[in-house]
Structure formats: C-alpha cells, structure tokens
C-alpha cells in the first residue's frame, strides 16, 4: 500500500467502525493478528478515477453479527441480524473507500466507486501480510488496499 | 400528520439504519417507503405522494444521479425534492449533482440529527 493511502486508511477505518457502527475501535499489532484459518469473510469494492484500485476487508461472523446488530439498533438476537451481517460489512467498506479517497486525494477529485461484493477468499492470506490490522471491541478486522 | 419519506438504497442495513435514525430524532413520521434502485423508487413516486427522497448514488440497475434526472424529466415528479445520502466526497461530483436538480446532500456515516436537520432545509420545519 502507498503511504498516504494507508495512513488514510488507519484514520478512517477507525472513524467509521465508531461513528457508523459505534464499536471502540483500535490498530492491532501484526503480532496480535489472527493466523491460520481464522473464519474470515471479506468483501472487496473498485474504484476508478484519478487513480484505480481496490480495498478489502476481512472480519469474522461475530464481527458481522455485531456490525448489523449495531448500525440497525436491535440486539444480536433479532432475527433480522442474520440476513444483515454481510450487508453491513459491504456498507462499512463502502464508506471507508469512499471516506478514505477523499482524506488521501482530496475533494477535488471524482472518483466511480463499484458495488461492494464478496471477496475473493484466495487473497486472504496475502492480505493478511500486506494489510492492516484493527480491533474492533476485540473482533480482529483486517483492511487490504492496492492501487492499479 | 407527518413526513411521507422513500429511502432509496441497495443495502438492507442502512435503510434500516435510516429508519432507526428517524426514531432517534423523534421526527414526525407517517410513513416510511423503501426502494432497492432508482427504477423501484420510480414506481413508487408514480403511484403515492411522497414528501421526500433520501437516495444513495451508487445502487445496481438506476443509480441516484440517474434518478434525479429522470425525476426531474418528469412534469408529475419534478418538483419533489431528492436528496443524496452517500459516501460521495468530491466537491465536484456533489456540485454537477446540484446542477441537475439533487435537493441537499448527507455524507455517510452520517448522525440522526443530521438527517432532522436535512430534512428541516429541504421541506421547512415542522409545526
């Protein structure tokens, strides 16, 4: 990742899980992070524009639960909770990329973000050692960007 | 009586989300419509009176601009105010949607008293 993108990206991210799906969020360690098959799901959104690229994120489905849970106001048990973790996790993403290109690039810029969609889960582990790593009420949330 | 608001959007949590933050900013509320994409919310603007449409940008098959526009193409919809709540940052793109009529703009994540404040520009306050 280039620099002024990651540092976008370890404001924003943080930003966001707070103010969208009120969790205390923190960075983590890379010695903290998960290894191994650790249940992720991911989900990835393109962008094109001044510049092109992708961003990923991969959490766990106890993140998903408690992303939905929080961002609808229902607790973890309401059945509407299941149907919305994945929904919720593509909305987070959203709004961290397009939140981030404008922290990175300024407000200038158009930029033409895609629909997010479900990540390709052969780049997990690639991503797990170039990305950056967050805490999220101690759910680990992994975020992998690349520029074209 | 209240606000009769469509909540134009591809993600089930953030219409949901939308609806929780209408509740929190105890807006008067009588109905809440919903719509996957522009071309759902179309349908909906054709068939019932609508106070406000609060419609995300990017959104699979119509996204918001193109609503906007086809609205606006439209004497029986033109003068009912849309409003873009998006991720979009640039002052450019927020601009040319001004242009082809979008009411007032929210950035996403954005607060319940936000929206009560959009929604207080756009249709006035309420008595």
Known sequence: ?148 | MGYTVLLVDDSDTIRGALVKAFSMAKLPMDEVVQARDGQEALEVLKRQWIDIVLTDINMPRMGGEELIRAAKSDPSLKDIPIAVISTEGSRTRIDALREVGMADYLRKPCRPEEIRDLLHRVLGEWQ
């Open chain 1, 1 to 148: 990742m280039s620099d002024e993108v990651r540092e976008a990206l370890e404001i924003v991210s943080v930003r966001i899980l707070e103010e969208a799906a009120f969790l205390f969020a923190d960075a983590m360690p890379p010695a903290s992070a998960p290894t191994g098959n650790w249940g992720a799901v991911g989900a990835e959104i393109r962008w094109s524009g001044p510049s092109s690229g992708a961003m990923r994120v991969w959490s766990t489905q106890a993140l998903l639960r408690l992303l939905a849970a929080n961002m609808l106001g229902v607790e973890e048990s309401d059945p509407a909770v299941n149907a919305s973790g994945f929904d919720a996790l593509r909305e987070i993403l959203n709004m961290v990329t397009g939140n981030c290109l404008t922290e990175a690039w300024g407000p200038g810029p158009v930029f033409h973000l895609e629909i997010p969609r479900a990540a390709d889960q052969s780049l997990l582990a690639a991503d797990a050692e170039a990305g950056f790593w967050i805490s999220a009420d101690d759910h680990p949330v992994l975020f992998w960007n690349g520029i074209a």
